[in-house]
């Protein structure tokens, strides 16, 4: 999803999604971000599983 900074206020920088909506994020997320800039927001599914995985094996060996 590709958003758009609409202006900065205070910590959060307020985006635009596609839909029209606005909403904060917050500037720790996007710490150099600048008025107008189009910010790409997506999900990394292969990361995801990783990490999924690696939690699996840790509570594998905790509850054995």
């Keep these: 999803m590709k958003v758009i900074v609409d202006r900065i206020e205070n910590d959060f920088c307020v985006i635009e999604l596609q839909t029209g909506v606005f909403c904060n994020l ?3 997320l ?3 971000v ?3 800039d ?3 927001i997506k999900i990394l599914n292969n990361l995801t599983d990783i990490r999924k ?3 699996k094996k840790l509570m594998d060996k905790v509850f054995k």
């Design 34 to 36: 600048k008025e107008g």
């Design 26 to 28: 917050p500037l720790l």
């Design 38 to 40: 189009v910010v790409e």
């Design 53 to 55: 995985e690696n939690v």
């Design 30 to 32: 996007v710490p150099s």
